[in-house]
């Protein structure tokens, strides 16, 4: 096992560990993360070490391809790990999220609605034996995901003191990119079939 294929095991594990976090009802045990009053937002600690741990697990997504590709360790195995790694983090918190009701339910459903039907068109392709790329407006959907989800782990601060909604947004741009992806990869599988 290379480096890069650790660090996609590395984002696995730490993504059990958010959903730990965030999920396991620790007040039972008689242990309660500390709340904090900033500006009238009650911010619960639980979320705030939730966050921080999303962010190393968001930069192992950067590290494990930037390694792989410079040291050319770029496998197969690496590739399916890579895109089961993101969407076992970006998904978990999705519906995380959902469940406490920081979005709406429907974000997750129509976000994980579409990776099912464009991991669907890939699999045919590759039975066809064509390789459908990544392509520009799924690069933009992930980044924007990636980038809200870790604002609402920190209470969209420092935006929410200006009332600013920087996490919903780039949350609910990143729903309408999966959505026009969706589309763009449905119209490069037509021309495959």
Not at 62 to 82: E, H, M, P, W, Y
Not at 119 to 148: C, P
Not at 154 to 169: H, R, W
């Amino acid at each position: 096992m290379n480096l890069p294929n650790k660090l996609t095991i590395t984002r696995i594990i730490l993504t059990i560990v958010i959903i730990i976090l965030c999920l396991f009802p620790f007040y039972s045990l008689g242990i309660n993360f500390p709340k904090f009053n900033i500006s009238g937002l009650v911010v619960d600690s639980t979320y705030l070490i939730a966050g921080f741990i999303y962010i190393v697990a968001a930069v192992t997504d950067f590290l494990d391809g930037q390694i792989a590709r410079s040291k050319n360790l770029v496998t197969d195995t690496g590739k399916l790990l890579d895109a089961i790694a993101d969407k076992v983090l970006v998904n978990s918190v999705l519906v995380i999220f959902a469940c406490k009701g920081f979005i709406p339910a429907i974000v997750p459903v129509i976000y994980i609605f579409r990776d099912e039907i464009v991991n669907t068109l890939k699999m045919d392709a590759l039975k066809k034996g064509k390789v459908v790329a990544a392509i520009m407006s799924g690069k933009i959907k992930t980044a924007s995901m990636m980038i809200g989800l870790g604002l609402m782990f920190f209470y969209n601060l420092p935006f929410e003191l200006f009332n600013l909604k920087v996490a919903d947004f780039l949350i609910y741009f990143a729903v309408v990119m999966s959505i026009v992806s969706l589309v763009e990869y449905y119209k490069m599988w037509k021309k495959i079939k």
